[in-house]
Every structure is written in structure tokens, then in C-alpha cells.
């Protein structure tokens, strides 16, 4: 299989993880360039990592060599990129959001199907070996018919967004930062959304305490709903009830359980690959159950990087890359993308008008073939993993 030439645009702090990844992981993509509006960044992380070409996105949109995109810039940013992208004839796989606007979004989506070609957005967790086997699980009957959920993330996004500086701008704010890692996978683990309602609460005016950086602002707000308090309605008929709260104190607490007619399943953290799922049954003790497929954050390359351990990020840009050599649909689809923004942005709209809002989006995730694995002998060895993207 020929390996798709591949660039990446957006080369700040994730962009080390990816560049690892995409370059030594993944044998069907072909990295060859490295771009960002900031061309140092490229030019030190080309050298650092080997890539062979610097170009502008301009220079890339050119290239009549390079067949996909991977975007790495801030939310913000992504409208812009990902249509020009597009309008070059590139297929593109962006990290989170799809954008920071819905109408956006469709106009992203309508573009990519007028020029027949692919969108796969973030988050990729959800081809993560937590994820997966939970579906797998799930699909056999283990725990019956989800029933009913809990979902929840807290961090302090105020002392976050002095590291992590993106945070500050739109796009920021806990539900778009880490709250779409957790309505990604329940996408994929219990199918569309139907309905949502709730409450929600800005973030918190923050003044800078200097703890990690001296080149903040003064003081800043992070845009948009920085706590949610909702209830998702599923097509399967699941009630799940979703709690974001960026606006308080220490570090991540994450919950996330599925209730059935059978059995209760807690499934781990979906901001990793590798959330372990526990299942209790009527009159037994709660069970830690194996992993049933790869992807696990065990990716073996020698060289460590930032982040290493969100070990498989880049899987759904390897996903994406198999999907266009064997000519099917991507998985992490536009529809994908455009659902689990609608979800957020439809608990923002049904939180300002106090009604129920209805998705007019609609997406199903199809799941990976099991049996295939990270690691043999003992995780000394790299696996298998990679054949089970190839197949639809
Ligand atoms: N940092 C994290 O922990 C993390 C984790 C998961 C996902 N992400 C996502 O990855 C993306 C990037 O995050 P980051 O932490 O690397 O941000 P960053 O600010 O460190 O890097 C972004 C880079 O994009 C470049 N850029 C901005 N606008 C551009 C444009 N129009 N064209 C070309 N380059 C442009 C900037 O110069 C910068 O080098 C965001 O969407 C973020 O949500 C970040």
C-alpha cells in the first residue's frame, strides 16, 4: 500500500507527540513536511525530528505531492485552515474542535463533500484500547441495554490557561477542552444524541499568578460556558447525565459510568488510550476487564516526547490515511465532528433559552476489529494494532 504524504500545520506543544507518531508509528503515513504561520516552530521541530521539508501553508496547499493535512493550530484557527485545505484537494484530520462555530462546521462539511474529500476530527481517544473494549463490551450484551449515565470532568481552566495559552482564547473553555474527549466516546460507545437540555456558567475572571509563565496577560477570561450541568437524550433511548466544571480548585477528577438492564460498566478516563473498563454484575465482585483490542498509550519508540503519555495520538490520522488508500469512509468522520460539537453547542443554546434543544446531526463511529494488540511478549515488542485500521 502506497503510504500517504502527509504534513502537519501547527507545530507548538501537542505537535511533538504527532510529528513522533505520525513519523515512526503509523508505516502508512509519510510525513514530509512541517508548516506553522510561525516558521521558526517548524524549522526547529523539522530539525529536531528529521522532517525533510519547511513550507508555509501556502507551499503546502500547492503540492500537488501532499494528499493529507494535519491540523494542530488552535480552534480559532481551524476554519480557515481546514477550507483552504480542502479547496487544494487535501483530505484533513484536526485536532479539537471541528471549529468554534457550528455554521462553520456545515460549511466545512458541504465543502468536503463537493470535493470528495475526507475530514477526521478529534478527539482520536476513542480508537484507544479503553474506548474500544468498552464497546466491544458493550456490544456483546455484557451489561444489557445502557439504560442511564454519569459523566464527569473538573479542573481549575483558570491555572490551566496560564500553561496552556490556547486556553484562553475561544475554544478554551472545559466543555471544548476536555468535556468533547468525554461526549466523543460516549458518541462512539452509545451511538447519536438525540435531545439536550441543561445549565451552564461562564468561567471565572482570572488574574494572572504567575505560577508557570511571565509573558501572560494581565488578567483574562476564557470564552463560553466554563461549567455545565446537562442531560443527554440518546436515539438508543440512554439518559446520561453530563457534569463539566472548569471553575474549580486542583487537579482532574473524571467520572464516567454506564448503568444497564444487566450490569454497571465504569469506563476510565477517554483523554488516554488506555481507561481501563470495570464491569460489575449482581452478586460479584467489581472485575477490571482485559483490554480486547490495541492502542493501548504502549507505543515502544525509544524516543520519549511531551505528552507521551497520550501515547497513540495520531491514530485517527492513521485511520484517516488507510481510509483513503482503501477508498472507504474515515471513522472520526466529519459527521463525527460535527456531532459532538452540536452536542456542546446545543447545551450552550438549551442552557441561554432554557428549552430543549433537538441535534440535527447524526453520526455512528464503527468500531475496530478486536484481536489485534500494542505490544507481544510481555510488551517488549511492538504489535499488531495497525492492521486494524485497515479494514472498514
Ligand atoms: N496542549 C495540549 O495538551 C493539547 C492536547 C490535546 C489537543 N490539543 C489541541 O491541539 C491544538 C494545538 O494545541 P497546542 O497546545 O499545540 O497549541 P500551541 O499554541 O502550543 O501551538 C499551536 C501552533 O499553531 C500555530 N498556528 C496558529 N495559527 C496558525 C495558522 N493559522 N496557520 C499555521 N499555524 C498556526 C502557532 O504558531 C503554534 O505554533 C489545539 O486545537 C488543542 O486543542 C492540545
Known sequence: MNKVRTAVIGCGMISNIYIRNLKELFSIIDLTALSDINLTSAQEKAQYFGIEKVMTPAEIAEDKEIELVVNLTPAPAHFKVIRTMLNAGKHVYTEKMFTTDLNQSRELVKLAEEKHRMIAAAPDTVLGAGVQSAKYYLDSGLIGDVTGGFVSITRN????????????????????????????????LLGPVKTVCGYAAPALYHEKELLYSENNPENWTIPGNNVIAAALEFESGALVTVHFNGNTAGSSHHAFELYGTRGRMEVGDPNTFNGTVKVTLPESETVTLPFTHGFNGMNLLE??????????????????????RMKRPNRLSKEYGLHCQEVLQGIDEAARTGTVYKLKSSCTVVPLKPGYYSTLFEGTVRGDAERSLIEA
Do not use: C
Open 157 to 188: 481552566q483558570n491555572l490551566n490557561s496560564e500553561l496552556y495559552r490556547f486556553l484562553q482564547k475561544e475554544g478554551g473553555a472545559i466543555p471544548y477542552d476536555v468535556g468533547v474527549y468525554y461526549i466523543g466516546a460516549l458518541i462512539t
Open 303 to 324: 524516543k520519549k516526547e511531551w505528552f507521551d503519555d497520550y501515547g497513540h495520538r495520531g491514530v485517527g490520522a492513521a485511520e484517516l490515511a488507510y481510509a483513503i
